[in-house]
């Protein structure tokens, strides 16, 4: 039963080109094997999946793992990768900072590298400078953003956890409200109301991050999806976190294929 239903039955009663690397190996714990490097022959490479489906479709860009101690983000990020689709096209980077995630910390090499995507200028790093020409390249209809957080927004200081921020560009506030909707209906069990998801700040490209540069220079809809770390463990952080990128993405006309549902 779902939730609501649950709840009201009870009151009735009482989320840089691609080259094929042989020395490249899969993410761990993946099937597909990548398609590509990034940072290729640097301590910061990393596998590029891309998925092609049959028919002519939107190209989606998902990064996964940009803080390398939020292990949702990049596990549902491997997650995506493994997607088949019927039609466009799914580019997934689910180890975005390779060192930091190694290191099991938030900075890798040079900061914090969801800081250094300035609007309206060029990334201020190398690895940034990969991801945002690899992303570029793509012609992307939509991005999303993968991440973790260890509280829970509107309700633990500073924290963002359990909300998904949209840019401002096209539907993309509407698709969020959706989406954020079907989780809490679907996804969140009715006795955790503490975690509904929420829609959080629209994102207007004013801030150095990686999704505000999507929408501020690409006018492109883009989305952060944050799942909490509060009293909830990773492997389910991770199905959150998918079940959101699957609700995105369908919104934007790009589904799984029925096996892999």
Not at 126 to 154: C, F, M, Q, T
Not at 171 to 183: C, G, I, K, R, S
């Amino acid at each position: 039963m779902q939730r609501r239903a649950f709840l009201a039955a009870g009151a009735t009663a009482a989320g840089v080109a691609l080259g094929v690397s042989r020395s490249t190996a899969g993410t761990p714990g993946m099937r597909r094997e990548p398609t590509g490097v990034l940072m290729a022959g640097t301590p910061h490479e990393t596998p590029v999946y891309v998925v092609e489906g049959d028919s002519a479709g939107p190209t989606a860009v998902v990064v996964g793992g940009m803080h390398g101690d939020e292990r949702s983000g990049y596990l549902a990020a491997e997650r995506v990768a493994d997607w088949s689709v019927d039609a466009g096209r799914l580019v997934v980077l689910p180890r975005a900072n390779r060192v930091a995630i190694e290191r099991d910390t938030r900075r890798g090499e040079g900061g914090d590298l969801n800081r250094q995507f300035p609007p309206g200028a060029r990334p201020t790093t190398a690895l940034a400078r990969g991801i945002w020409d690899r992303l570029v390249e793509a012609e992307p209809d939509v991005v999303v953003n993968l991440h973790s957080s260890k509280g829970i927004y509107g309700t633990h200081q500073e924290f963002v956890g359990q909300a998904v921020f949209p840019t401002a560009a096209g539907d993309a506030v509407a698709v969020a409200e959706e989406t954020v909707a079907t989780l809490n209906d679907a996804v969140v069990p009715w006795y955790m109301p503490l975690h509904d998801f929420l829609v959080g700040n629209v994102l207007h490209g004013t801030a150095p991050l990686l999704t505000h540069k999507v929408g501020g220079d690409l006018g492109r809809p883009a989305y952060i999806v944050e799942a909490t770390e509060f009293l909830v463990d990773p492997e389910t952080g991770a199905r959150w976190t998918e079940r959101a990128a699957t609700e995105l993405l369908t919104r934007h006309g790009l589904e799984r294929t029925g096996e892999d549902r």
